[in-house]
């Protein structure tokens, strides 16, 4: 098993799609934290969980990319056949796969922590120069909200692999990435309402996810842990179904 994770962990920093798209939105995320601690036009009233609710809203695209480039790191094999010699190094199909997810979980997490850090560390500097008194804290939720970007990164890498190792096509699984928070679950929750589901959030995966980020969870029903836990066993879930399908499958 160790073999294998170098082996996945050598492919992943290898493709550059893996590399930039998710680090591209990484950046992303540091300029805009930087800039508002630069331009709050009332920087004293600016506190730790207006940085957390900033870093964790736009850290969501970041979580997202993260699955983007897992799953495309897992299509492209196929689409490519690059997949084949691997698997005729190792015939243990469910070993390899799952030594693909974990590679896409740690990856996840190395960016999430990356992305909350930098960008934490450059807000809270500049806006703290301008007469704020921004930091960390567990009272305000605002240090779970911290550690909740890091997770909700890899889950989106687990659940990015497990769409694409299911699906085997890049565009599709992508898209269903995309489109499911934005679109999908924001139409589900206008369904649910209607027919009188009280808190339509709690039984949809993404939504409930995005308890994570959010210093308050006051606004996210069923909370951090229930929406982590949620969204980890659909993730878990996808991943144990694309094992078995494609230990049944031809390559």
């Known amino acids: 098993m160790i073999d294998l994770l170098r082996s996945e962990f050598f492919k992943l920093r290898t493709v550059r799609l893996n590399i930039w798209l998710p680090f591209g939105a990484v950046i992303g995320l540091v300029v805009i ?5 630069l331009l709050a036009s009332d920087p004293q009233a600016f506190d730790n969980a207006d940085m957390m609710s900033l870093i964790g809203g736009f ?12 799953s ?4 492209s094999e196929f689409a490519h056949n690059t997949i084949r010699p691997t698997l005729a190094a190792t015939p243990n199909r469910p070993k390899v796969f799952t030594a693909k997810a974990i590679v896409s979980v740690l990856f996840g997490l190395i960016v999430g ?5 930098i960008s934490y560390v450059v807000g809270s500097v500049l806006i703290n120069g301008r007469g704020a008194s921004v930091g960390l804290s567990g009272d305000d939720g605002s240090l779970a909200s911290f550690f909740g970007v890091i997770v909700l990164a890899g889950l989106l ?11 085997r096509n890049g ?11 934005l679109l999908i ?6 369904v649910l309402s209607l027919a009188g589901v009280d808190d339509p959030q709690k039984v949809l995966p993404y939504s409930s996810a995005f308890a994570l980020v959010i210093p308050d969870v006051n606004n996210a029903p069923g909370g951090r842990i229930y929406g982590g836990v949620f969204f980890g066993i659909v993730s ?7 094992i078995v399908v494609n230990n049944r499958r031809d390559v």
């Open 113 to 117: 922590a990356l992305a909350v850090s």
């Open 33 to 37: 934290t930087g800039l508002v601690g």
């Open 185 to 190: 679950e924001g139409i589900l929750t206008g």
């Open 236 to 242: 878990l879930a996808l991943v144990i179904i694309g």
């Open 157 to 167: 890498a687990l659940f990015g692999f497990g769409l694409g190792l299911l699906l």
């Open 59 to 70: 850290s969501i695209l970041v979580a997202m990319m993260v699955g983007v480039g897992t």
């Open 171 to 181: 565009p599709a699984a992508v898209s269903i990435i995309i489109l499911w928070p």
């Open 72 to 75: 495309l790191g897992i299509t």
